[in-house]
């Protein structure tokens, strides 16, 4: 768990700077980002617009073109076209979590936040997705995690890719919300293919055994604790099912699951209902 030692991380939720060490007083932290959006106004991340009103790294218009994930699966945040108690999936088959909380519909325009942020290390288009998140978090009524636990990257990929695009938004997720991350708590112990181009089974089959679980972080954490696993984008959910799994051989029983957005599932490779301008989700 790193949240304890990182307060002066937490300080930094609305972007603002400190005085000598001091939290700057609310009235000047104000003042300051008034003044800063005077001198250069800030620009929507997704059309490049002036945004109209409120804070945020969105305009109004691209706003309102975000789908919120409702309703939804409360187990598995599976889309759904009218509320029920549990999706089909679920009633089949039991996911390891016992809940999962997506802030959006993986679909147009959010889609390409997501790729830019994943794919192009673009860090304002993170940014945005992580306030979306605490955003819709804040309006969402559910127990306080003890930790959040991010997905973790394979070290082959993240030399690649140079950064992990889970890490990085749990933490702006973390000075949003101060819940505390426990980044070390999962380790992955293989390398997996990317699951864009394999059905359930394939996904399933690629990701077993993929996870450890670091024995001294386990130590770390309060007793029968409330974890929250994250990851960026959420498909079938087998690698965070798997990651659950791992966290449940060592006696972690509550797990929910926090994703910033939900592609319906496609299972057996035939698509579970559609959202439109939906790429390949990179799960
Ligand atoms: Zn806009
Ligand atoms: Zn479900």
Excluded at 124 to 136: D, I, K, N, S, T
Excluded at 217 to 243: H, I, K, N, Y
Excluded at 253 to 264: G, L, S, T, Y
């Amino acid at each position: 768990m790193d949240g304890a030692n990182q307060s002066t991380d937490c300080q930094g939720a609305a972007g603002a700077g400190t005085a000598g060490g001091q939290p700057l007083h609310p009235s000047w932290r104000r003042w300051l980002t008034a003044a800063g959006h005077w001198l250069l106004p800030p620009r929507c991340v997704l059309c490049g617009a002036v945004p109209d009103a409120g804070p945020g790294a969105l305009c109004l218009g691209c706003r309102s073109d975000l789908q919120a994930n409702e309703p939804a699966c409360p187990r598995c945040a599976e889309p759904l076209v009218q509320p029920e108690p549990l999706c089909g999936h679920c009633l089949r088959r039991e996911p390891p979590f016992a809940a999962a909380f997506a802030a959006c519909r993986y679909a147009w325009p959010l889609d390409g936040l997501v790729a830019r942020f994943k794919f192009s290390g673009d860090v304002a288009a993170g940014r945005c997705l992580a306030e979306l998140f605490v955003a819709r978090l804040a309006q969402t009524p559910m127990p306080r995690p003890d930790v959040i636990v991010p997905v973790p990257l394979h070290r082959h990929r993240l030399r690649r890719r140079g950064y992990d695009q889970a890490l990085e938004l749990a933490r702006d997720i973390r000075r949003g919300t101060g819940i505390p991350m426990a980044a070390d708590l999962l380790q992955r112990r293989r390398a997996t293919r990317a699951q864009t181009d394999l059905d359930l089974a394939g996904r399933r089959r690629n990701v077993r055994g993929a996870f450890a679980v670091n024995e001294a972080a386990r130590r770390r954490l309060p007793a029968d604790p409330q974890v929250v696993l994250f990851d960026d984008v959420m498909t079938t959910g087998s690698t965070l099912a798997e990651c659950a799994r791992s966290l449940r051989r060592v006696g972690i029983r509550r797990i929910q699951v926090w994703v910033i957005a939900r592609a319906p599932a496609r299972r057996s490779g035939v698509a579970v209902g559609a959202v439109s301008g939906m790429a390949g989700t990179p799960e």
